[in-house]
């Protein structure tokens, strides 16, 4: 690939540009210049966006697609078939199924994905003799697919409020969080090696004790569900007599290293709280419609000043173009007006790298991360939009990716011979073989 592009239109300095020259080097921006007139350098068209961020993934999850849908039922009932999959799982199986899942990413537009990983031991809870096996299946996966992963290690040592794990989640638990930072600190060999990037999650309130919260106070990025359901909130007020943003702030776990994840079922206290603090509010809503879990005060939360990301959580579907638009008609639906947030904010939002620890991605600018995702203006979705931030937001599907570049290299070219039929055969075996 050559070094020097001529984008037909980029998304540079909160605007669409035409002819913008950039030249990549040593993995970077080192250039940007709009209307360029030059001879000499690839021209590429269609509309270039800075790489989209997934800041919440299952991996693992993809594998339910089209088996959980079918009949009625709730988020619980959900989650017994979700973990029953996690429940034979073995990490070469589970590599080969992340790395379908993580070229199905790329291949969309995704540069960055976070990871929320909690399945790390063998079905009886007993540590593999790599106890990060799960976690380095993750990491090869990734680099195979050509995507940045931020490993965000889970630590789940309850099946709610104090209640110890059961079946599947035996394999979720270090005992203590003590013993979770014993197994993570672990990775560190990796982590120097280039292999991840690790962050830390506390898999939700109801799975860490409150007295084990302290462990995870000034680790960042650090990544919590939180309120995905009504029951979740019901259940930590009988436990603690506090809602569980509250459990979170008076840990001292909110601030700008924190991504809250879901943050659906928010009293006008927590909203105040996350705001206040700078947290980061994941919202996941195709994940979110797909369980029927509500939708989240996404405008209140921005309002209150807190940050907007997105996931794509259990990858019912894996489109951050479907994320961003549908932030903006959920809102839509629940207050029956329209206008909620500008495509500015919702490219924003699907593009903060920074919720994730990477601080120097999420936009075409000299010295950022040389990510980028090429959309087709031209297909039938998009032919006729006007080619802008609006074509991206509301037009565009994962499916009209032309090519996404990570950190200089391109990593999906959607124009190479058999690509997109390799992509579905991949993603068909890997997933084949997991439910054998």
Do not use: K
Not at 59 to 78: E, I, K, M, N
Not at 106 to 121: R, S
Request: hydrophobic letters at 40%.
């Amino acid at each position: 690939m050559s070094d020097r592009l001529l984008l037909e239109r980029a998304w540079v300095d909160g605007a669409v540009r035409d002819d913008v020259l950039v030249e990549v080097s040593g993995g970077r921006f080192t250039a940007v210049v709009p209307g360029a007139s030059v001879a000499d350098a690839e021209r590429v068209a269609g509309l270039a966006l800075p790489g989209l961020a997934n800041c919440h993934s299952h991996a693992f999850h993809r594998a339910l697609r089209g088996r959980t849908q079918q009949g009625s039922g709730t988020f619980w009932t959900w989650r017994e078939r979700m973990y029953d999959l996690a429940g034979w799982l073995t990490p070469e199986g589970y590599g080969r199924l992340a790395r379908a899942v993580f070229r199905e990413m790329v291949a969309g537009g995704i540069t960055t994905v976070g990871e929320f990983h909690y399945l790390h031991h063998r079905p009886d809870g007993t540590a593999y003799d790599d106890p990060n096996a799960f976690g380095h299946a993750l990491a090869d996966a990734a680099r195979d697919a050509g995507i940045r992963l931020v490993l965000l290690d889970a630590c789940y040592l309850s099946s709610g409020f104090g209640a110890p794990p059961t079946t599947a989640q035996l394999r979720y638990s270090d005992g203590s969080a003590a013993g979770w930072s014993d197994r993570t600190a672990q990775l560190h060999g990796s982590v120097a090696a280039g292999r991840l990037r690790a962050g830390a999650a506390v898999h939700s309130v109801r799975a860490v004790p409150r007295e084990e919260l302290g462990a995870f106070r000034g680790r960042a990025p650090l990544h919590v569900h939180l309120s995905e359901q009504p029951a979740e909130n019901d259940d930590c007020r009988a436990a603690y007599g506090v809602t569980p943003t509250r459990l979170l702030h008076d840990a001292g776990l909110l601030g700008p290293g924190t991504t809250v994840v879901h943050a659906t079922h928010l009293t006008d206290e927590d909203v105040a709280l996350l705001g206040d603090s700078g947290t980061t509010a994941c919202f996941c809503p195709t994940t979110e419609r797909d369980l029927g879990d509500g939708i989240g005060p996404g405008r209140r939360l921005h309002e209150a000043g807190a940050r907007l990301s997105l996931g794509s959580d259990s990858h019912a579907v894996v489109d951050l173009f479907e994320e961003m638009r549908a932030l903006e008609l959920d809102e839509r639906l629940a207050a029956r007006t329209r206008g909620h947030w500008t495509a500015a904010e919702l490219l924003a939002a699907g593009t903060r790298h920074d919720s994730l620890g990477v601080d120097d991605a999420a936009a075409i600018e000299v010295g950022r991360r040389a990510d980028l995702v090429v959309v087709d203006t031209r297909s039938v979705r998009t032919a006729g939009t006007g080619a802008d931030e609006h074509t991206a937001v509301f037009a565009a599907s994962a499916a009209d990716v032309v090519r996404t570049m990570v950190d200089g290299r391109v990593v999906w070219d959607r124009d190479e011979d058999g690509a997109a039929e390799a992509l579905g055969r991949g993603l068909a075996a890997a997933i084949e073989e997991v439910w054998r």
